[in-house]
């Protein structure tokens, strides 16, 4: 009962571009709260690589700056993930991510704690 899907993924060569997809399952999931993609290699812990809030502010790790662009449909509730020039340093299962809407000390608010995950979808770059 994934929540979150993604895909996009594939392989690539150094250099080239792909466009990762994340569809949530319903609209609370993946339009309410912030949202993000990580990026898990073998052997490496698992890696932030960008975030969006609802307005559409985002943040990106330093190396995913310039190369990479997130951005999100409310309406449609997806997140996408615009990855050009990449490198072979990028491989990995990258994932999508969103804040959990809670109910907390009297109102509704969003929570990093306990994201709402989706299954991952593999990237390959070669060089």
């Known amino acids: 009962q994934a929540q979150l899907v993604e895909s996009g993924g594939g392989s690539v060569q150094a250099g080239g571009s792909l466009k990762l997809s994340c569809a949530a399952s319903s609209p609370y999931v993946g339009s309410v709260c912030e949202m993000g993609w990580y990026r898990h290699a073998p052997g490496k812990e698992r890696e932030l690589v960008a975030t969006i809030s609802i307005s559409g502010t985002t943040t990106y790790a330093d190396s995913a700056k310039g190369r990479f662009t997130i951005s999100r449909d409310n309406g449609k509730n997806t997140l996408y993930h615009q990855m050009n020039s990449l490198k072979t340093e990028d491989t990995a299962v990258y994932y999508c991510?969103?804040?959990?809407?809670?109910?907390?000390?009297?109102?509704?608010?969003?929570?990093?704690?306990?994201?709402?995950w989706g299954q991952g979808t593999q990237v390959t770059v070669s060089s």
């Open positions: 991510a969103a804040d959990r809407l809670r109910f907390d000390s009297g109102s509704y608010a969003c929570t990093g704690e306990n994201k709402h």
